[in-house]
């Protein structure tokens, strides 16, 4: 199971290699996505399920829902580029 699955992963990176004819649109894509999910939507996330109750937790939840704007509009940049 994890042999096949493990494979899956392997073709579809290869396929993926072998048709991008630019690095930059790749990277620019891994960081929209990437850097916006670690800066704003996984902070704001788990502090909203772990933290304590008070105003902090909803600045929290406001970089959370900041960071799902932000991310449709960086790939919206990054696609119209």
């Known amino acids: 199971e994890h042999i096949s699955i493990t494979l899956a992963f392997l073709a ?32 704001g996330g788990i502090y ?7 105003p902090k937790r909803y600045l929290a939840a406001g970089q959370f829902f900041l960071g799902c704007v932000i991310m449709p509009a960086a790939l919206t940049f990054v696609f119209l580029k």
């Open 12 to 43: 579809g990176a290869l396929a993926i290699a072998l048709s991008v004819r630019s690095l930059g649109k790749v990277l620019s894509l891994v960081g929209a996505t990437g850097s916006t999910t670690i800066s704003y939507i996984l902070p």
């Open 48 to 54: 909203w399920r772990v933290g304590p109750a008070g």
